[in-house]
RNA sequence: GGAUAGGUGGCAGAGCGGUUGAAUGCGCUAGUCUCGAAAACUAGUAUACGCUUCGGCGUAUCGAGGGUUCGAAUCCCUCCCUGUCCGCCA
């Protein structure tokens, strides 16, 4: 959520920032609403104040009154009914004018809060602009010695890349049939070494954030309540891509869904707190699983690892003071951490600067890391894959955005309260990732060698082979 | 799933429908005392929003929402949440 405050001081900012992110979200009409409330709320203010303090002068007397009604005749009861009707007039003539306003401010405020939620914060100046996400900007890759991603992985390697799909079924490292069978489309179960694999890259990258890096390793819930989704800024904008478990049981708006990611956990759990200053800022990972409809995605990435309804991930965030500098650091070295990991995976990346259209509501800045996957993309002349590079990571920059939809605040030095900063991104998802390391280490017989870094988690195993493989050597 | 007890400030815990934003205790902060600390004593100690001549003033908040009343932490209704016991169980 955007501060109201900023937004009266500078409206102009906000309808750019959304009109940037693609946003329909009408503003000036939020603005109009804001002022109307404003001034109901003022004068239902006064004329409560007013209100309260007749009733302290008046309550004795009419307390006098009653008490003599008991021991009255015929006439006194009358002369005292009209005495007291004459004191409750004023105070009754007010309190039908506070209702009047509370009703007009409670037809207002759904529609001014459901607008304001909806306000994306601004992208930061140094984004670029840009209407879709080809106009993301490659900001620098990286590859392992020996590989050159200007050339073709035939040309770096002398043979032609398997795709993950291929490499999965020779090795039996999942099983689509099977997945598709008991849950539908997009599901898939990993078996044999592709489970391990699956297992170790998750260990490998959570050792590596929380052991070498610091972060504080969590569990998270990851069915959680609506109240978490809407803080974390998921909802409303992204409703239709949460599966909602029904709970008739509650309330509205206590309805339960499954997270998409580690995130609505770890930033749901300080929600409605006042954080410890000294506790800042606080890194946190989890490994979780996710669960995402992909609505609106039918037709896209069908088959295969890359867009599935479940998988695992590590994620990682950063609650930080409130403070820009502080906040673009932190940003960096999350990145740095996926960096080294790539790295030691051996893996090509590239990080791309997203675009304003690319952003999505939440986010003041967002840099993607791609790895490349020899096995997707166009087919060339003889029918082998070009490949293509693919989304394995976000990192997002959030200022105080999603702290103040979670009211998560710490105490400044004076005193006052301060909305945090939030950042997060992941650290490893499996098995989507399984796709480059597959890709990748695939040797010329059709085995996988495995990373050095991996190998401890593997039980020592080097190399991926098919019973094929091993029978003829 | 069955039975029962509750939801008040950072915590514990009072609160005849009328100066109750809320007693008291603990905690916390500052001061006095001390070479220093502890103890003791004194003072202060919620949040949000609005207004402000920057000294304050006003409104809201006692789980949430609605109702009764001139006036609600206190009465009524609905919902939510939590504890305990029994049953079942990865």
Not at 85 to 97: D, F, R, V
Not at 296 to 315: C, M, N, P, S
Request: aromatic letters at 6%; one cysteine or more; glycine letters at 8%.
């Amino acid at each position: 959520m955007i501060d109201i405050k900023q937004l009266r001081e500078n409206p102009q900012r906000f309808i750019d920032g959304a009109l940037e992110k693609n946003s329909t979200v009408d503003i000036i009409t939020l603005l109009d609403l804001d002022e109307q409330k404003r001034i109901f709320t003022r004068q239902r203010e006064e004329r409560r104040a007013e209100q309260k303090k007749i009733s302290k002068e008046i309550g004795p007397q009419i307390g006098k009154l009653k008490g003599q009604l008991k021991s009255a005749d015929e006439e006194t009861v009358a002369e005292i009914q009209t005495q007291l009707k004459e004191l409750e007039s004023k105070p009754i003539a007010l309190k039908n004018e506070i209702q009047r306003l509370d009703d007009s401010i409670s037809e207002i405020e759904p529609r001014w809060k459901d607008l304001l939620l909806q306000i994306p914060q601004p992208a930061d100046d140094d984004v670029p602009k840009g209407s879709s996400a080809d106009d993301n900007v490659e900001l620098r890759t990286w590859a392992p010695d020996g590989y050159n991603l200007d050339e073709s992985f035939a040309t770096n390697r002398g043979f032609n890349p398997k795709t993950h799909l291929e490499l999965v079924k020779e090795l039996e490292l999942a099983d689509f049939e099977r997945g598709v069978k008991m849950s539908g489309t997009r599901h898939y179960m990993m078996s044999g070494n592709g489970m391990r694999l699956h297992q170790a890259m998750l260990r490998f990258a959570f050792d590596l954030i929380t052991n070498e890096h610091g972060f504080t390793p969590m569990s998270v819930p990851v069915i959680l309540r609506e109240e978490c989704m809407v803080g974390t800024g998921f909802f409303p904008a992204g409703r239709d891509q949460a599966y909602h478990i029904e709970e008739s049981k509650r309330g509205a708006g206590h309805d339960l869904y499954l997270a998409g990611t580690g995130e609505v956990g770890l930033m749901g759990m300080y929600a409605d707190e006042i954080i410890d200053s000294n506790k800042l800022p606080i890194k946190m990972a989890t490994v979780s699983t996710c669960f995402r409809r992909e609505a609106g995605a039918a037709g896209r990435d069908t088959g295969g690892l890359y867009r599935i309804h479940q998988f695992d991930k590590v994620e990682q965030v950063i609650i930080c003071k409130s403070d820009e500098e502080e906040s673009r650091k932190w940003h960096k070295v999350m990145l740095t951490i996926v960096e080294e990991l790539l790295q030691q995976l051996q893996l090509p990346y590239r990080l791309l600067q997203c675009c304003t259209a690319d952003l999505g509501s939440k986010n003041a800045d967002m840099i993607d890391i791609e790895c490349w996957m020899p096995g997707r993309g166009e087919l060339d002349d003889n029918g082998q894959p070009t490949g293509d590079w693919g989304e394995t990571h976000s990192a997002s920059r959030l200022y105080d955005y999603q702290c103040r939809r979670l009211n998560m605040r710490y105490r400044g030095e004076d005193g006052t309260t301060i909305f945090a900063h939030s950042l997060n991104n992941t650290v490893l998802a499996s098995p989507r990732i399984l796709i480059p390391l597959l890709e990748m280490h695939q040797q010329q017989d059709g085995s996988i060698a495995i990373p050095s870094c991996l190998q401890p988690y593997m039980h020592g195993l080097k190399v991926l082979e098919s019973s094929a493989i091993t029978a003829n050597t």
